[in-house]
């Protein structure tokens, strides 16, 4: 099956620095990548995520870019604020790719970052 | 309350105990999941339906029994549990599988004594 290795597991930066989060995948048929927020004590959310048709993606001033020969994908947070602090999941299913995995989220280890003001 | 709501937010339960939690969806959605939550192994992915029907047991315990019957009502059955099943239990629900956003409930944080 899939397996999702995602680095760094803590990240600290200062208010206005960049932030990247690396994820690497093991299923070169995976092709839907979601990357999930979870802030302290509430429920992961949806911030942005790629599809294997496309090499990069960006959101205001969050981008995901995705590298299909290499098996890797990466979330960047540019000029980061504290309210970005919070445990980032990094994901990989096979899609429409059907399959005994169709539907299946593999999700990564998660990166606690934290934005110091 | 609209979204993905989850009952009870917290359980405790000895290891003989059965109970249930239980999930909503006020989405229209036709796929459902659960997962299990712990500091050791985050988000981990346990059952998946699609229009109530069963399509993933990711080699779940048969101590977790899941029952869907319908699309937006989702149980999880518990018992006779060990202590290594405490852990927070997530349930989520999207339009459809394959790649589309998943919306999560608040969970259930479940202790096992």
């Known amino acids: 099956g899939e397996n999702v290795e995602q680095h760094p597991s803590t990240l600290s930066v200062q208010e206005g620095d960049s932030a990247v989060i690396k994820c690497t995948y093991s299923?070169?048929?995976?092709?839907?990548f979601p990357w999930y927020k979870q802030e302290l004590g509430k429920r992961p959310q949806l911030i942005i995520d790629i599809r294997s048709n496309v090499g990069e993606k960006k959101d205001q001033r969050i981008a995901v870019t995705l590298n299909k020969t290499a098996k890797h994908f990466s979330l960047h947070i540019t000029e980061t604020q504290p309210e970005d602090s919070a445990v980032y999941f990094c994901?990989?299913?096979?899609?429409?790719?059907?399959?005994?995995?169709?539907?299946?989220?593999?999700f990564g280890q998660g990166t606690i970052l934290t934005v110091h003001p | 309350e609209t979204g993905v709501t989850q009952t009870p937010r917290h359980l405790v339960m000895g290891m003989t105990n059965k109970k249930s939690l239980k999930c909503e969806q006020h989405?229209?959605?036709?796929?459902m999941y659960w997962y299990k939550q712990s500091a050791k192994k985050p988000l981990e992915l346990m059952f998946v339906y699609n229009f109530k029907e069963q399509t993933e047991n990711n080699s779940v315990p048969s101590r977790f029994s899941p029952e869907c019957p319908n699309s937006s009502h989702l149980f999880l059955h518990l018992h006779t549990l060990q202590p290594e099943d405490s852990a927070l239990y997530l349930c989520?629900?999207?339009?459809?599988?394959?790649?589309?956003?998943?919306?999560f409930g608040p969970g259930t944080r479940l202790t096992v004594t």
């Open positions: 989405l229209g959605h036709n796929a």
């Open positions: 989520a629900s999207s339009h459809r599988l394959a790649d589309y956003e998943q919306y």
């Open positions: 994901a990989a299913s096979m899609g429409d790719a059907g399959g005994t995995s169709y539907g299946k989220l593999t």
């Open positions: 299923d070169s048929a995976s092709n839907y």
